[in-house]
């Protein structure tokens, strides 16, 4: 994801919007979909359908300071209904012989679809949300071995506070503390690392 903690305005902050909201849009469709929506944009000219998509993308790109690919969800509904709607228009235009091509607008999303549900570590997401819910931290993963580890072994300070003074600047010396990003002034105990190693929940022993 594109770095925003600087302030973009106007054409900068349209510009660096398009260029991540485009890939995701056709990241989530697949090209078949995405292939299928431009149909139906071309054949089903609805213009109350067609205000529900646009608002609210319009709206993201010349405002949105942070974006997640999750942001676009309100999105999707209507772009679907013209992919339909495309669907339908190739359906009832092409040739008999040709038809059964249709397939191919079928398959792409099942694929997508089986690999989240199959094997979501090396599904085709987007890298941010790869990350936040497979990879990264925020995903959660480590929780359960952390705590099985914890219940094993007595760590003394650290079961007894609180969630926020396990906070790394309340936690005192020859305690224990958790970080998910931040390395500490300690010992690393324990490393509950994500598929990929990309991050990981950490125990230290601090000094």
Same mark, same amino acid.
């Given at each position: 994801?594109?770095?925003?903690?600087?302030?973009?305005?106007?054409?900068?902050?349209?510009?660096?919007?398009?260029?991540?909201?485009?890939?995701?849009?056709?990241?989530?469709?697949?090209?078949?979909?995405?292939? %299928?929506?431009?149909?139906?944009?071309?054949?089903?000219?609805?213009?109350?359908?067609?205000?529900?998509?646009?608002?609210?993308?319009?709206?993201?790109?010349?405002?949105?300071?942070?974006?997640?690919?999750?942001?676009?969800?309100?999105?999707?509904?209507?772009?679907?209904?013209?992919?339909?709607?495309?669907?339908?228009? %190739?359906?009832?235009?092409?040739?008999?012989?040709?038809?059964?091509?249709?397939?191919?607008?079928?398959?792409?999303?099942?694929?997508?679809?089986?690999?989240?549900?199959?094997?979501?570590?090396?599904?085709?997401?987007?890298?941010?949300?790869?990350?936040?819910?497979?990879? &990264?931290?925020?995903?959660?993963?480590?929780?359960?071995?952390?705590?099985?580890?914890?219940?094993?072994?007595?760590?003394?300070?650290?079961?007894?506070?609180?969630?926020?003074?396990?906070?790394?600047?309340?936690?005192?010396?020859?305690?224990?503390?958790?970080?998910?990003?931040?390395?500490?002034?300690?010992?690393?105990?324990?490393?509950?690392?994500?598929? &990929?190693?990309?991050?990981? %929940?950490?125990?230290?022993?601090?000094?």
């Amino acid at each position: 994801m594109i770095n925003k903690q600087g302030t973009f305005v106007g054409d900068w902050l349209v510009k660096n919007n398009l260029l991540q909201i485009g890939p995701w849009l056709y990241q989530y469709l697949a090209w078949p979909v995405a292939l %299928l929506v431009i149909v139906g944009l071309l054949a089903k000219r609805n213009r109350l359908l067609l205000i529900n998509a646009l608002v609210p993308l319009v709206l993201l790109i010349i405002s949105a300071k942070i974006l997640f690919p999750r942001y676009l969800l309100p999105i999707f509904p209507f772009l679907l209904i013209y992919a339909a709607g495309g669907f339908n228009w %190739l359906r009832q235009t092409l040739p008999r012989a040709l038809k059964p091509l249709l397939i191919i607008f079928l398959l792409a999303p099942a694929w997508f679809s089986w690999r989240i549900l199959i094997d979501l570590p090396t599904a085709p997401l987007p890298e941010i949300d790869q990350w936040q819910y497979v990879t &990264g931290w925020p995903s959660g993963y480590g929780v359960k071995e952390l705590v099985n580890y914890l219940q094993v072994n007595s760590l003394g300070p650290l079961l007894n506070y609180s969630a926020e003074e396990i906070l790394i600047d309340k936690a005192v010396s020859g305690g224990y503390a958790i970080t998910n990003i931040r390395e500490v002034d300690g010992e690393l105990i324990k490393d509950f690392p994500r598929p &990929g190693n990309k991050s990981s %929940l950490k125990l230290w022993r601090l000094n």
